[in-house]
Nanobody, 122 residues
Framework: QVQLVESGGGLVQPGGSLRLSCAAS????????MSWYRQAPGKERELVAV????????NYADSVKGRFTISRDNARNMVYLQMNSLKPEDTAVYYC???????????????WGKGTLVTVSS
């Protein structure tokens, strides 16, 4: 059974930091690119950060570059999002995503967690 379980969300003051974690199970974690998405109230879900399967490459939305860092531990099937200098506009539900495309079969697989709420407010 595939599971992605996010944790680490909560209430933080502007300028503060949080570290989100995502625990993966039920699939070959090291074969999947991992991403963090977020969805603010009344807005569409947006891609925040992505890391390749081996953890060699990362990329970020312009709105979080220089403040957020994505990392992974393939030995522990974990992915993290370190969030610094948080702003009220970072308030959202943050979702963990696993994605893989198999070229030979032209199949793509996506798994999602249920999300963790981050609220940035004084």
């Amino acid at each position: 059974q595939v599971q992605l379980v996010e944790s680490g969300g909560g209430l933080v003051q502007p300028g503060g930091s949080l570290r989100l974690s995502c625990a993966a199970s039920g699939f070959t974690f090291r074969s999947y690119a991992m991403s963090w998405y977020r969805q603010a109230p009344g807005k569409e879900r947006e891609l925040v950060a992505v890391i390749t399967s081996a953890g060699i490459s990362t990329n970020y939305a312009d709105s979080v570059k220089g403040r957020f860092t994505i990392s992974r531990d393939n030995a522990r099937n974990m992915v993290y999002l370190q969030m610094n200098s948080l702003k009220p506009e970072d308030t959202a539900v943050y979702y963990c995503n696993a994605h893989r495309v198999t070229i030979a079969t032209m199949r793509s697989m996506d798994y999602w967690g249920k999300g963790t709420l981050v609220t940035v407010s004084s």
